[in-house]
């Protein structure tokens, strides 16, 4: 998918290890064991807040990083995992979906059959790279490869069109890297020339554990990551890619073709089989132009080295141990400091998730989420839509037609709470029940062609892009929706039991979050109706770009990891939207309060409701991460890590001075604070 959805975190992908049983019964409240009392809240409000917890809950081995997220997405998962048991034994008399989930996850665990088979199942995918003779051959084999999953070179799919957000259109964008982005291959610190040989060898062991000889393997090495490299010096860097104008080039096929003639477009599309269409919006044109040269400059063998790596690493986690172990031992272990593999059952949940995720999130809703959480969730969605529109009311930087329109977009806003209200059909997705390989190579045909039907067809506002036991967020600007999976409406996002204070400084932060994306350097180019059209005069959008600077540069100065620093520029929206969040679901809470006659000065447990608050807030974020991950995640992660989601949305926020006591100029409390909503 072509999208720019804003989800609260990407951090939370496929990592857990052990459940908290503290939080498994649903306790009452935020967690007063967490917060570390030698710490003053007005120096470093997020070690107060976290610092317990964090001594407590050190990095489990088989993970890079570990919070109050993982916590969550660990308790869903053994739910799934008990769904999954239960359907892999039902036998004959299964139903579709039980039989398909189950069957599915069954395959993925016969680690033995998977061992006894070695490569045979990848064996006719690597002779037909093997067998390609001509570079004329070039666009049918990336179609195929394309088809079955496999990442080469560039993307392929369906998206909205960024002006015109009803009707969805073909999509070309750059892509067919092995390292995580562009300036992996780019950079010459120390530690970016370091990682570049250990992918390299990475290469080498994985091609010679496919059979080539140590040579051939050393060889083959080096000319992947030459041509990777030369992918990526053709691709677009991240806080470019941020800015919507500058990946959209809508074209003919035509004009296409002209950027890169040695490539068979007509064949690609034929083998895709998408259905017929004249334009495509081209991401980068200076990425395919790259793909020309690649072509001219490329000998054919190269191009069959990189096909069968790309294919290797596509179907790793289907293949023999030995190969798992390799790509864990480079993909996770260097590149993010994690020291053990994760028991293969919960991997095997993660990979349902990801690949039936609709009809095993169909059986998790059916299991935990009642009508309640909904509801309030709801309630508390239009107690902060009211707070956004009473915040843009009284801005002072903003003129009163620009106000009217931003009132606009967000009465525009629709929200999705749990979970689709129509489920994705599987039926003609054959799952069996000893072939781990073929079944995730049918379910990523089965998504190629979900994603390519959609050209030509109006857009399907009812969709999801998120699995319902997710844990996390997300606003889509192109939709003007917001959209919160079942999995995130739990502790410590939401207690049941707890007071509005906390759960106003949880959920009802990141649905403030979430709201104000529609606002942030990237929301606020699209519409209310999701186009990608100017709505603002050209003094708000300067008051409006002054202000933003004002957080890129604060965030710009906090510190990471030794030398490395937060990326104000690619973490703009995220920092905007967590200070935004922060305020009117605070502004939410007031309003809530005074409706039932409490003050914000009540106490409970000792702390007030203002201080709760803000407590609620800051321990969502508690976690603790490798030195590797923080390195990673600052070159590609658009979120600050959670101290700075914390420390930075509170010091821009005097209301967190006055919850608890702190004086101008304290850390917490600094003389210029930044703010644009
Ligand atoms: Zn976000």
């Not at 973490?571 to 003050?599: C, F, Q, V």
Request: aromatic residues 10%.
């Amino acid at each position: 998918m072509f999208k720019f959805t804003v989800v609260l975190s990407l951090t939370v992908c496929a990592l857990s290890a052990q459940t908290n049983a503290s939080h498994a019964s649903g306790p009452a409240s935020f967690d007063l064991t967490a917060i570390d009392k030698s710490v003053d809240p007005c120096v470093d409000f997020y070690h107060y807040a976290c610092g317990t917890w964090m001594k407590n809950n050190p990095i489990p081995p088989d993970q890079a990083m570990w919070g109050r997220f993982n916590e969550l997405a660990d308790r869903n998962r053994d739910i799934l995992h008990e769904i999954l048991e239960q359907s892999e034994k039902g036998g004959a008399s299964r139903d579709a979906t039980t039989q398909k989930i189950g069957d599915y996850y069954g395959a993925c665990m016969d680690e033995k059959a998977i061992d006894a088979r070695g490569l045979a199942p990848l064996e006719p995918e690597l002779t037909r790279i093997r067998n390609l003779k001509d570079k004329a051959q070039l666009a049918e084999e990336i179609a195929h490869l394309h088809s079955i999953g496999v990442g080469a070179v560039f993307g392929f799919y369906s998206g909205q069109d960024f002006k015109n957000s009803s009707d969805v259109i073909a999509q070309f964008d750059q892509g067919g890297l092995g390292l995580p982005d562009r300036d992996y291959y780019l950079k010459d610190d120390p530690k970016s020339v370091e990682l570049r040989q250990k992918y390299v060898t990475h290469l080498e062991r994985t091609l010679a554990l496919a059979g080539a000889k140590p040579d051939q393997a050393k060889a083959d090495a080096a000319s992947i990551m030459k041509f990777e490299t030369g992918l990526a010096k053709g691709s677009l860097d991240l806080v470019s890619r941020r800015d919507p104008e500058k990946i959209y080039h809508k074209m003919t096929k035509a004009e296409l073709a002209a950027l890169t003639p040695a490539f068979h477009w007509n064949e690609y599309f034929g083998t895709t089989k998408a259905p017929s269409f004249d334009t495509i919006n081209v991401s980068y044109p200076e990425f395919a132009k790259t793909i020309n040269t690649l072509i001219e400059n490329t000998p054919l063998a190269d191009w069959k080295t990189y096909f069968t790596w790309h294919l290797l690493l596509s179907a790793s986690m289907y293949l023999p141990t030995s190969f798992v172990n390799e790509n864990f031992d480079f993909y996770a272990k260097t590149l993010n400091g994690t020291e053990a593999i994760r028991p293969r059952w919960k991997r095997c949940v993660d990979y349902t998730d990801s690949d039936l995720g609709e009809a095993l999130g169909k059986k998790y809703v059916e299991k935990t989420f009642g009508a309640e959480g909904k509801e309030r969730t709801l309630k508390m969605v239009a107690a902060l839509e009211k707070a956004l529109g009473e915040d843009i009311q009284h801005l002072d930087w903003m003129t009163p037609e620009t106000k009217q329109q931003a009132l606009i977009k967000l009465k525009a806003i629709t929200n999705k709470i749990g979970y689709p209200d129509r489920w994705r059909d599987y039926s003609s997705l054959i799952i069996k029940p000893e072939d781990a390989l073929g079944n995730s190579t049918r379910a990523n045909e089965f998504e190629f062609h979900r994603q390519l039907n959609k050209i030509g067809k109006p857009v399907d506002r009812q969709e999801w892009s998120m699995t319902p036991p997710t844990v996390n967020a997300y606003y889509d600007p192109q939709m003007n929706n917001i959209n919160f999976p079942a999995g995130i409406l739990q502790p410590p996002f939401f207690y049941k039991k707890a007071d509005d204070a906390v759960n106003f400084g949880g959920i009802g932060m990141v649905i403030g979050h979430e709201l104000t994306h529609g606002f942030d350097d990237e929301g606020s180019q699209f519409d209310a109706h999701g186009d990608l059209k100017n709505w603002w005069t050209p003094k708000d959008s300067e008051e409006f770009h002054q202000r933003e600077a004002c957080i890129a540069d604060e965030y710009g100065g906090f510190s990471v990891a030794p030398g490395v620093f937060v990326n104000g520029k690619l973490t703009l929206g995220e920092n905007t939207a967590d200070n935004g969040g922060l305020r009117i679901a605070y502004m939410a809470l007031l309003d809530t309060l005074a409706a039932e006659h409490k003050s914000i000065d009540e106490k409970i447990d000792g702390y007030t409701e203002a201080q709760r608050y803000f407590l609620g807030f800051a321990q969502v974020w508690c976690q603790n991460q490798t030195e590797q991950v923080s390195r990673q995640l600052a070159l590609t992660d658009p979120h600050s890590p959670g101290k700075w989601r914390v420390n930075g949305s509170v010091q821009n926020f005097d209301e967190f001075g006055k919850a608890f006591g702190c004086k101008k100029g304290q850390p917490m409390m600094p003389e210029n604070a930044c703010r644009v909503w």
